[in-house]
Structures are given as structure tokens and as C-alpha cells.
């Protein structure tokens, strides 16, 4: 069943140059599997939901049609999945994504944690510096990489994280690091997540410190180590 479902998400996801392509998506599948093992969760649920996790995300269908999960539900429905686990998945991807948890919407489950901390996982590290710079050259993002005049809102609210549009003033590359991607370890619910968290963040602290010793920003690493000294 999973297979078809793949088979599915990976026809509606053909073409996505934003960085939630099927790349990413069967990145978080397979941490969401391992995390699930570790864990002792249901690995179905936790299979299906991280499949489908970005088939209604605002930033590919639009806000107004991301909250009603339409492709989730139609591929569930094609591929027969039983109405128990629907409402499972369902749940998971109602109550999961970065926006959310800006105001307080978090998974219950132990299946949507990991399904959330296997997604927020692909947010940090390497691959996410990749994905980064893809949404920022996309036709969704700026094309801001790194502008040392504009310093990161480190306090940026929902409304402004999920402003109309699909960017806000001071995004960017390397600002996104700061305005969400380092926070991310402190918001994985599983130790699974908090473990691999943890890894990636160290990589992308060294990156971003290399970065501005080759711009020669030396106001950039003193932010990076008073940011960090408050996270």
C-alpha cells in the first residue's frame, strides 16, 4: 500500500523545485521509519502519514486549500486505506508544520511526534541548506542568500511566519537558519528527534561560522554566538 501511495505523492510532487519535492519527502520517510523503530510507534501510520505530509502544504497548494488535506484524503481513498488509520493520519497532519507550532498546535500522538520531528529533522543539516537555497531561488522565495544589512527577526510571530504570500521581509538563506532552523532541536517531542536534532544543528552552527569568517562579517559571528547563547 505504501508503495502505491509513493507511487502517487511522487506524480503530484513531479516538478517541485521549492524544496518539499519527493526528495525531501522520502527523506523524511525513512528518519520517520527508523525514529518509529526506536520509538516502538505504529509503523503504517507513521509510513503513510510522512507520505503524504506535504501533498496540501500551504507553500505548494495555497493556504486556503492546505487545511482541508483534499489530496491526502484522494489518495487515501484510491489506495483503500481503512477509515481508522485515515483519521490517524489525518490527525497527524492537522497538527503538525512549523506555523502551527508557532501557536501551539503539536501532535498527541506518539506516530505524529516522530512524523513531526522526521519533518523538522530535514529542516536543519546539510540537505536543508540545499533545500534552503532551492525555495530562495524558486519562484516562491526572494532570492535573498545572504545579506549582511539584514539581520534575522529571531522573534518572528505566526502572523508573521505565515504572512500573506509565501515569504516575509528579512527571509533568506541564512536568516532562515536563524529564524527557524536552529530553534528546531528544541521542539523535537521525541528522543529520537532531539538526538538527530542536536547532530545536525553542530553542522549547520560550523556552516554558517564559515560563512561569515569568508565574508568576513565578524558582526555576523558575534550574533550567531549571542543567538546560540540564548537558545
Not at 50 to 76: C, P
Not at 133 to 161: H, Q, T, W
Amino acid at each position: 500500500m505504501q508503495d502505491k501511495i509513493r507511487k502517487l505523492v511522487q506524480g503530484m510532487m513531479e516538478g517541485e523545485k521549492s524544496g518539499h519535492g519527493m526528495d525531501h519527502v522520502n527523506r523524511v520517510y525513512e528518519l520517520a521509519l527508523k525514529f518509529a523503530e526506536a520509538e516502538g510507534a505504529d509503523k503504517e501510520i507513521v509510513g503513510i502519514a510522512a507520505l503524504l505530509h506535504d501533498v496540501d502544504d500551504y507553500k505548494i497548494v495555497g493556504k486556503e486549500e492546505a487545511e482541508k488535506l483534499t489530496n491526502a484524503r484522494e489518495i487515501m481513498d484510491e489506495v483503500g486505506v481503512s477509515p481508522e488509520i485515515q483519521l490517524a493520519v489525518l490527525d497527524i497532519l492537522q497538527n503538525m508544520g512549523y506555523s502551527k507550532c508557532l501557536i501551539g498546535i503539536r501532535p498527541v500522538s506518539l506516530e505524529g511526534k516522530i512524523v513531526s520531528d522526521s519533518d523538522m529533522c530535514d529542516a536543519i543539516g546539510a540537505n536543508s541548506i540545499i533545500r534552503f537555497v532551492m525555495y530562495s531561488l524558486s519562484d516562491k522565495g526572494n532570492g535573498r542568500i545572504f545579506d549582511r544589512n539584514v539581520f534575522p527577526n529571531i522573534n518572528l510571530s505566526y502572523e508573521e511566519y505565515n504572512s500573506v504570500g509565501v515569504t516575509h521581509e528579512t527571509d533568506g538563506v541564512i536568516n532562515h537558519c536563524f529564524e527557524k532552523a536552529l530553534k528546531l532541536p528544541n521542539l523535537m517531542m521525541t528522543n529520537s528527534g532531539r538526538e538527530e536534532g542536536i547532530k545536525r544543528k553542530n553542522l549547520m552552527v560550523d556552516f554558517l561560522r564559515q560563512i561569515f569568517i569568508e565574508e568576513n562579517a565578524p558582526e555576523w559571528i558575534e550574533f550567531l554566538d549571542d543567538y546560540l547563547r540564548a537558545l
